[in-house]
């Protein structure tokens, strides 16, 4: 009873925010009689949402009563719009049961307690201290201080109220709109059999981005607003299309209000606007249109412009770290920016292979003459270019995957259409169930995996905890007898559960190798310079620190939990002498205002 109790009572909280979100997106899209306009809707009332955190956190006032009153005002507003809320239609027969069967596990999976790796890492500590101090503050200590974080704030608000899987709820509700959404496009826009297009392109969306249901992340928010930006841009042809021109532009700004990788779409959105113009008739001159140009201009910014002020003015890189090279370095360094990029080398993969019949769509003289699915395939094509000349880092193609999935299954249903009945009903039918046997197994799978990690109690999440994340005992510990000032060696994968201001990474003024390559005095005394008291070791990652001899005449073992030790730094005297390349007065300085502020 107390895990259908969680799970019911989780997915109430999320009930209640996603109604929010579609009671604020009424205001800026009225009824019509658009099929997308119900996802559209929580699209546009998240990113009103986002920003009313954002100016509430800037205001230094995110607390409970800020949150709820942010949604209590949303809920108000779909208390009066419901009568017009009509629910999906949905294709009866096979294709619902292929949306049941992909659907299914991803309900499950954002239940369990926080564990994936960027989450634990970034995500939700920088959520964490916006929720303790109530104000958007810069945190040195944690990677990517700089990054702007639209997106997290709605992760902020959640433990704001105490709960940390609702941001995980959060995350995979967007992945749900996306479905939902590019259902709804296919459906409008494809030619028949649309109904079986519009599952199937659904279906490789969900199979597609099934992995990031679990996480706290932001790779799938950041598709949602895409596509619902996309859709607005293909109304934009119609009488009043300004407005949609517009709110387009304000999806584009909160999503890059969360993600840099957005702003290389800007070129995209101003051939659009061009585009539109040049469709409304051969008179058109530009400046009769500067209306549009700037209210884009001014919905774009409203998002996102903060974060990148202010990173101009307290770093004079907007994009920090990405312009260091241009612009200078703050707390990176350029072998912080090479070795970032080698990682993103070194996980470069190809997209899943459900997204290649894509590639096939301009061949296909009946889905070339649809204007929709030429433009779908236009901006697929570009962020794929964009993306092949920069990382080739999967996770960074997520926010073209809707697109594609709905270029790859109109592709398939449209070959598949054009074969002769017999056979085509045949090979259906073979293919319909074969996806049944597939998508069956991997959600029975994906279930079984994530169910016991459910934690409906303190003591379920503890256990699991002590399972899932490196040296969980060791923050217990350390949550319970606080150190003056910590720092860790490979442990940041599980930052979220670390006592505040937990320092060391593998970029930044505390990256790991200007330490673990120390000897043992030299790493003593710099540790002791800069104010720590305290240091924990993943073994595993960092073997070779704590087996140096004479480790243990500097370092006194306090507590091990598998690979990962804790250790106390040991009294001494404290030579300056034998850091030559240490800044004493700021290190002083440093260890001083760290430790006045814990």
Not at 306 to 329: E, H, I, K, S
Not at 364 to 383: D, E, G, H
Not at 507 to 526: E, T
Request: net charge positive.
């Amino acid at each position: 009873m107390a895990l259908i109790g969680f799970v019911l009572g989780q997915y109430a909280q999320l009930l209640a925010f996603i109604a929010a979100c579609w009671g604020l997106g009424t205001f800026l899209w009225p009824a019509s009689d658009l099929p997308t306009r119900q996802p559209l809707r929580i699209a546009l009332g998240m990113g009103l949402v986002i920003c009313a955190l954002q100016v509430i956190a800037i205001a230094g006032l995110l607390n409970s009563t800020s949150v709820l009153l942010v949604i209590g005002c949303g809920l108000v507003a779909a208390g009066l719009q419901i009568r017009q809320l009509t629910l999906p239609r949905l294709a009866p027969g096979w294709p619902l049961l292929l949306l049941l069967l992909a659907t299914l596990p991803t309900l499950f999976a954002p239940l369990r307690p926080p564990l994936a790796w960027d989450a634990l890492m970034y995500h939700l500590p920088h959520a964490r201290e916006w929720a303790l101090t109530g104000h958007l503050g810069v945190h040195e200590w944690l990677r990517y201080p700089w990054f702007p974080y639209n997106f997290d704030l709605l992760f902020a608000a959640a433990l704001v109220l105490g709960n940390d899987v609702l941001p995980q709820l959060i995350h995979a509700s967007t992945g749900w709109v996306t479905a939902w959404l590019l259902y709804r496009l296919a459906m409008q826009y494809l030619p028949a059999p649309a109904g079986t297009a519009a599952a199937l392109a659904a279906v490789i969306w969900l199979v597609t981005s099934r992995s990031h249901y679990s996480a706290a992340y932001v790779d799938m928010a950041v598709a949602m607003f895409l596509t619902a930006a996309f859709t607005a841009m293909l109304v934009s042809t119609r009488p009043a299309g300004r407005r949609a021109v517009w709110l387009a532009a304000f999806l584009l700004g909160v999503a890059a209000g969360s993600k840099y990788q957005v702003l290389g779409l800007l070129p995209l959105l101003g051939a659009a606007l061009l585009w539109r113009h040049r469709l409304q008739g051969p008179g058109w001159r530009i400046r009769s249109e500067w209306p549009s140009w700037i209210g884009a201009a001014l919905a774009f910014a409203l998002p996102c412009i903060y974060w990148y002020v202010r990173n101009a003015l307290l770093t004079g890189d907007p994009v920090n770290p990405l312009g260091g090279r241009l612009l200078g370095f703050t707390d990176w360094n350029l072998d912080d920016y090479l070795w970032q990029l080698q990682d993103l080398r070194n996980h470069a993969a190809w997209p899943h292979w459900a997204l290649w019949p894509a590639l096939a769509a301009p061949l296909l003289p009946s889905l070339r003459r649809i204007p929709a699915l030429r433009a779908a395939w236009l901006v697929a094509a570009y962020m794929a270019l964009v993306w092949l000349l920069s990382s080739r880092y999967p996770r960074y193609l997520l926010p073209a995957y809707p697109l594609i999935s709905w270029l790859s299954a109109a592709v398939c249903v449209q070959l598949l259409h054009q074969l002769p009945a017999k056979p085509g009903q045949r090979l259906a039918a073979v293919l319909v169930a074969f996806l049944v046997l597939t998508l069956g197994f991997i959600g029975a799978r994906s279930i079984a995996k994530s169910w016991p990690l459910i934690a409906p109690t303190d003591a379920a999440r503890d256990a699991v905890l002590q399972q899932q994340v490196a040296g969980h005992q060791v923050w217990r510990y350390l949550q319970e007898h606080p150190e003056t000032k910590l720092y860790q060696m490979g442990l940041e994968d599980s930052l979220y559960y670390a006592p505040r201001a937990t320092w060391g990474d593998i970029f930044g003024p505390w990256r790991y190798r200007d330490y673990q390559n120390l000897a043992p005095q030299r790493l003593h005394h710099k540790l002791r310079i800069e104010g720590f008291t305290a240091l924990v070791i993943h073994t595993g990652r960092a073997p070779a620190v704590a087996q140096q001899p004479e480790f243990l005449q500097y370092f006194e073992l306090v507590l091990v939990d598998g690979e990962v030790r804790l250790y106390r730094l040991r009294p001494g005297f404290l030579s300056l002498s034998m850091l030559p390349n240490v800044n004493h007065k700021r290190a002083l300085n440093l260890a001083r205002i760290d430790s006045s502020s814990l």
